[in-house]
């Protein structure tokens, strides 16, 4: 991991704090995912909410791809791979940090999404 700039810290910690509980949970589970995409039931079930709430934070994805800081690709109609942006400078931070420091948080998310493909 590279020396920490504490401005880009800094500016990542006001970023993040701008953003909804949502959006900082869907940012959260993406970085410690990475480099893996996930669809929106993945997504779903790791950030606890229920399938039938996809349509609910549809907005909110899209919001955050506006924002630079998620990719979503359009697989067909009904299905998006949703990653986090590792090239906008606050998100390669912030993968960087959850790579260093966030291995608890990394194992649960691997473990939501592996017990979430076997129910698929």
């Given amino acids: 991991m590279s020396s920490l700039d504490s401005k880009e810290v800094y500016d990542l910690m006001v970023a993040f704090s701008s953003y909804t509980e949502l959006k900082r949970k869907i940012l959260l589970c993406l970085v410690h995912v990475y480099p893996r995409a996930v669809s929106g039931a993945q997504l779903s079930a790791m950030i606890g909410y229920s ?21 979503l690709d359009k697989l067909t109609p009904k299905l998006y791979s949703i990653r986090i942006n590792h090239n906008q400078r606050l998100m390669k931070l912030l993968v960087e940090l959850s790579q260093a420091h966030g291995a608890q948080l990394k194992a649960n998310y691997t473990s939501l999404l592996k017990r979430g493909e076997k129910n698929e």
């Fill in 51 to 71: 399938g039938q709430a996809r349509t609910l934070y549809r907005g909110v994805l899209e919001r955050l791809q506006a924002d630079k800081v998620i990719l």
